[in-house]
């Protein structure tokens, strides 16, 4: 988990791991590998903004394929992955529907999903839960702790929660004036 005021430029690093904003200095390295220069779609880094950046147009089982069809998976694993992702992400009534007719937990839930349908090697979260109410805050931890035990993804999780850092951190930093420390 990473901490720290507002606009000390937590979005900043997750959105230059994943390669959405350019590196002035230092690199970024996924599992030894400098991935500085690297387009964002080589990174195999799963994404979900703050602002979550789901598609009106799009059901959710087509916001789970979107990934997987960049990618050229085949149509049988494609509908292979949606049940496993719905069904874990308990979302498997919903696949039909449109992100206008889906809950703050729900569109959480299809964001989640979308980021990680690929399985990647890292998964990024900017503030996920921040609009959520607190019982499916609570429902949220859960199930982002089922996700990382399922999945082993390593996780980079943005929140000014001390109550969020505490439920999800096995490590947690603190971002002040520009220098990261462990807290």
């Not at 779609?41 to 959710?60: C, E, K, M, N």
């Not at 009534?93 to 989640?112: D, M, N, P, Y």
């Amino acid at each position: 988990v990473l901490m720290g005021r507002t606009g000390r430029g937590k979005t900043t690093i997750l959105e230059s791991i994943c390669g959405l904003r350019r590196v002035s200095k230092g690199n970024i390295l996924i599992d030894g590998a400098d991935v500085t220069h690297w387009l964002p779609g080589d990174r195999q880094i799963g994404y979900v903004p703050q602002d979550l950046a789901l598609f009106p147009t799009l059901t959710v089982a087509a916001h789970l394929a979107f990934a997987l069809r960049l990618r050229k998976w085949s149509q049988a694993l494609i509908v292979q992955r949606i049940a496993e992702l719905s069904e874990v992400l308990g979302i498997a009534s919903l696949l039909h529907r449109t992100v206008h007719a889906l809950s703050g937990g729900e569109s959480q839930r299809v964001a989640l999903g979308r980021a990680i349908s690929f399985q990647p090697s890292v998964l990024l979260l900017d503030e996920p839960l921040s609009a959520l109410d607190e019982s499916t805050r609570t429902e949220m931890h859960e199930l982002l702790k089922r996700v990382k035990e399922t999945t082993g993804v390593t996780t980079l999780h943005v929140t000014h929660s001390n109550e969020e850092a505490e439920a999800l951190a096995d490590h947690r930093y603190e971002l002040h004036d520009g220098v990261l420390s462990k807290s």
